[in-house]
């Protein structure tokens, strides 16, 4: 056993440099300086903001600060704080135990319900088992849009449990126009405004804002404009398969989980809370399916979504920093 942990801690090195490795190469090729966003509140010169820059080492080749870094990181000097300015390793060690409590709490949850799922999805692969498993799995990532969203079909076919199937489609047809505006503003007040959150902090911290941080009417025009036209030239593969693939949706679903999304997105918006609308959406739609049954969700399909939400962030990195390789080769 003691060989084993050992040959598996001499594996870590190297996945930890290389990871070190990627996030500092990623770091660098972020336009901006941390010498300027540091003096950028003291109205700093660029003789002053050279100074530091020098001072830190930052206008060394980055192989060189990295390898400083790693000896540095051996030494267990993590660095100072540019935010704080105060020790790294003080700044982590403050935040230890709240991350033992919440990784302790997820290890237990994992390990209770997790790994016995684990077992028997893996024992009979392909029964209702296994099936069952993949859908508490996935309502993992739902929750709280499931079970909103069911809460509305339930409440919606005891309203019109005397109407005809034809009556509660044609006057759902009609209420659909209601809640897909509803999920749009939702969608609008959140989603979009992180994007332009994140533009106008690396215009401001370019010092391109002026000492108040504002959203400029161009960078909201652009936003809106790039989601609407997303939308429309790729929107269609999106509204497949989240209204045929996933579930098949009538005219009440579909207005259940829409209106679900947008009381979800305008709750977490009114705190400050940026989720996903894809997120929200995916969970309301597997809540109203799994309102009939849990065998009329197609988990498969959901499954590849959860796939496809993970290798998102790494896609986009590597997107993000080859078009600015490409804007300075062109600049």
Known sequence: MWAFIARRLAAAVPVMIGITFVAFVLIHLVPGSPAKVI???????PQQIANLTSQLGLDQPWWEQYTRFLGQLLRGNLGTSYLTQTSVAHELLSRTPSTLILTGSAMVVAIVIGVPLGVLAGARPGSFLDRAARGISFLGVAIPYFFLALLLVLTVSWVFVRSSPSAVDNTFRSMQLVSAALYSLGHGGNDAQKTMGVIAVLLY????????????FWVILSCQAAMGLGTLVGGWRIVR???????????????????GGAMTLFLVTYFGIPVSTTHTITGAIVGVGAARKTAAVRWNVASDVILAWIVTLPATALFGAAF???YKLLS
């Open 205 to 216: 911290s370019q010092g391109l804002l002026g000492e108040t941080f504002y959203i400029p």
């Open 324 to 326: 600015y390789e490409l």
């Open 241 to 259: 398969t989240m209204g045929t693939r996933i579930t098949r949706l009538h005219p009440v679903q579909g207005f259940c989980a829409e209106a």
């Open 39 to 45: 003096l950028y509140g003291s109205q700093a010169t």
